[in-house]
């Protein structure tokens, strides 16, 4: 073989190689400092535009460690042109400390990608909202010094197919850590998420308008909801969580301000909740319409836990006003299935349906709920719920046939 053929053939190879493998980014060739101090937003979006025109089959953005990143509010905008997106965050990113540094509240998030599929984000590193500014000033102050009327999500997902969110730390979200609208295909797993028990809202995801999600094997302690299913949810499977200290896993709230929201097809499985305020729950407002449906949870540990099954369709935060409603969300085919554990409330199952929209098949299969406090037995309470029994204690003899 003469020269030329050879440079040819090797020239053709590595033309090949550049195509079939990925394209790798850092963010420090786009001239983040990496100190914790320096701003970087700007680097983060220099490296995103480059990340997302990459046309190869794959592009990949590395966030190194031990860097700790200040980045503000970001809008990671697609799509993008390459069907897979790998953020790798080995380092740390955090939010400004002071609530009036925020420019760009309008979109109601910190880190916002829009429109981004086939995105896989994964690392180990830490995500860092630094919440706690957030926390302890007054709705009106926040609208004033950093024009937000409410505190910003840190990570959120608007329009996305087939993300993979996995082995990543979320701590002090401002508000909810993660949320996903609109979404479909796609996975949460290994995630470790925390705030103080008393920070509040700080949900630990929050899933609407989505379908065919997992939620997998992650431990969420927070001041509010562990994971809260709202509008739109639907084919959603969560297993595996432990969740505590926080507000428990959620459907709802449904049913605000007459709205018409529906959740169904969601399997909540082999969970763990502890010190928490609830266990499973069902939670919607008097006066809307729509559905909660086809919903189990199955083989649930309770430690403690204030009300470990609970369907609340009179949810008013706070009683404030709260006119009494004719219309419900209608909440049916509900099953409850392999309960252990202790119940720091009287009330362990507490089924407070709608007077005019019945709860209809609800089931308890294999409950065993004690109470944490000794020498209590805990009871069952239902307004307006229809269902069947096979083996509860406390026995449900309220629930209607
Ligand atoms: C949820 O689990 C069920 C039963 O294991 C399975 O058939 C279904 O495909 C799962 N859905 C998702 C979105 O993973
Ligand atoms: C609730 O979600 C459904 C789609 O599942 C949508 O049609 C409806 O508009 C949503 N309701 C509100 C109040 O956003
Ligand atoms: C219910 O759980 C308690 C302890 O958590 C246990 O001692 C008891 O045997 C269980 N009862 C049944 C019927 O499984």
């Known amino acids: 073989m003469d020269q030329e053929?050879?440079?040819?053939?090797?020239?053709?190879?590595?033309?090949?190689?550049?195509?079939?493998?990925?394209?790798?980014?850092?963010?420090?060739?786009?001239?983040?400092?990496?100190?914790?101090?320096?701003?970087?937003?700007?680097?983060?979006?220099?490296?995103?535009?480059?990340?997302?025109?990459?046309?190869?089959?794959?592009s990949r953005l590395?966030?190194?460690?031990?860097?700790?990143?200040?980045?503000?509010?970001?809008?990671?905008?697609?799509?993008?042109?390459?069907?897979?997106?790998?953020?790798?965050?080995?380092?740390?990113?955090?939010?400004?400390q002071n609530p009036s540094s925020w420019n760009g509240c309008e979109t109601g998030a910190w880190l916002l990608f829009y429109k981004v599929n086939g995105l896989f984000i994964d690392g180990g590193g830490t995500i860092n909202g630094r919440g706690d500014a957030w926390w302890t000033k007054s709705s009106t102050?926040?609208?004033?010094?950093?024009?937000?009327?409410?505190?910003?999500?840190?990570?959120?997902f608007e329009s996305c197919n087939g993300l993979r969110l996995t082995k990543l730390k979320h701590r002090n979200s401002p508000r909810n850590h993660i949320g996903l609208n609109r979404c479909s295909y796609s996975t949460l797993s290994y995630l470790d998420i925390a705030a103080p028990a008393d920070s509040p809202n700080t949900d630990g995801i929050d899933i609407s308008l989505s379908t065919q999600v997992r939620v997998?094997?992650?431990?969420?302690?927070?001041?509010?909801?562990?994971?809260?299913?709202?509008?739109?949810?639907?084919?959603?499977?969560?297993?595996?969580?432990?969740?505590?200290?926080?507000?428990?896993?959620s459907i709802g709230s449904l049913g605000m301000n007459g709205q018409y929201n529906t959740v169904e097809g969601v399997k909540v499985r082999k969970c763990q909740f502890s010190?928490?305020?609830n266990g499973a729950r069902i939670k919607?407002?008097?006066?809307?319409?729509?559905?909660?449906?086809?919903?189990?949870?199955?083989?649930?540990?309770?430690?403690?836990?204030?009300?470990?099954?609970?369907?609340?369709?009179?949810?008013?935060?706070?009683?404030?006003?709260?006119p009494k409603e004719s219309s419900a969300v209608k909440v049916n085919d509900i099953s409850y299935k392999r309960f252990v554990g202790t119940s720091s409330s009287r009330t362990a199952i507490n089924f407070d349906c709608s007077n005019n929209v019945a709860c209809s098949g609800i089931l308890l299969d294999h409950i065993n709920i004690t109470s944490s406090v000794k020498g209590e037995d805990p009871t069952v309470y239902c307004n307006n719920a229809y269902g069947t029994t096979s083996f509860s204690s406390p026995t449900a003899s309220c629930l209607l046939n």
């Open 5 to 58: 053929k050879v440079l040819l053939i090797v020239s053709l190879m590595l033309c090949f190689l550049r195509l079939s493998s990925a394209a790798n980014y850092n963010v420090m060739q786009f001239g983040a400092k990496g100190d914790g101090v320096t701003d970087d937003t700007m680097a983060f979006e220099r490296a995103w535009q480059e990340v997302c025109n990459d046309v190869g089959p794959s």
């Open 62 to 96: 590395t966030i190194p460690m031990p860097n700790t990143f200040l980045v503000g509010p970001i809008t990671f905008q697609g799509p993008c042109k390459s069907p897979l997106i790998h953020i790798q965050i080995l380092g740390t990113i955090i939010a400004p």
């Open 141 to 156: 102050y926040i609208t004033e010094e950093s024009k937000c009327t409410i505190p910003p999500t840190a990570l959120h």
């Open 216 to 249: 997998h094997h992650s431990i969420i302690r927070t001041g509010d909801d562990c994971i809260a299913l709202s509008n739109g949810s639907s084919q959603i499977n969560i297993t595996g969580i432990y969740c505590g200290p926080g507000h428990g896993i």
């Open 275 to 277: 010190g928490t305020t």
């Open 284 to 322: 919607t407002w008097q006066g809307g319409s729509g559905y909660a449906r086809d919903i189990t949870f199955e083989k649930i540990f309770l430690h403690n836990v204030n009300n470990p099954i609970i369907i609340d369709q009179h949810y008013c935060p706070h009683n404030y006003n709260c």
